[in-house]
């Protein structure tokens, strides 16, 4: 684990526990003196790689105060993904439909 991991932790530990605790990302991310997208990444690696329970919201980043606040941010991430799928398969049909009407007009090219 990282310094600036190590020292993220222990921030949201301290002063942003439990999610009425929430920092924004912009004030967390100036404070740690990285970019917001890092501080995405750093988050990411933390929770995946450390089992570190740090949540984020619209609100902002937190150190989760109870297994409900980590099941919670884990619902919104199932919901973040059902709704990810959708947007797939939308594309999907789109593309698909695009195929069909590629292949049409192909056809009625050849007979010309």
Same mark, same amino acid.
Request: charged share 25%.
């Given at each position: 684990?990282?310094?600036t991991? /190590?020292r993220?932790?222990? #921030?949201?530990?301290?002063?942003? #526990?439990g999610?009425?605790?929430?920092?924004?990302? %912009?004030?967390?991310?100036? $404070? =740690?003196n990285?970019?917001?997208?890092?501080?995405? %990444?750093?988050?990411?690696d933390i929770?995946?790689?450390n089992?570190?329970?740090?949540?984020?919201?619209?609100?902002?980043y =937190? $150190?989760?105060?109870s %297994?409900?606040?980590?099941?919670? =941010?884990?619902n919104?991430h199932?919901?973040?993904?059902?709704? /990810?799928k959708?947007?797939?398969?939308?594309?999907?049909?789109?593309?698909?439909?695009? %195929?069909?009407?590629?292949?049409?007009?192909?056809?009625?090219?050849?007979?010309?």
């Open positions: 684990m990282t310094q991991q /190590h993220l932790i222990n #921030y949201l530990k301290e002063y942003c #526990y999610r009425s605790n929430a920092i924004s990302k %912009d004030r967390l991310a100036s $404070y =740690f990285i970019t917001t997208r890092e501080l995405r %990444d750093i988050k990411r929770v995946i790689n089992s570190v329970p740090i949540g984020s919201t619209k609100a902002g =937190f $150190y989760a105060a %297994d409900l606040e980590i099941m919670n =941010f884990r919104e199932l919901s973040r993904l059902t709704s /990810h959708k947007m797939m398969v939308a594309y999907e049909i789109m593309i698909a439909q695009k %195929d069909q009407l590629q292949m049409i007009w192909n056809k009625q090219l050849q007979l010309i």
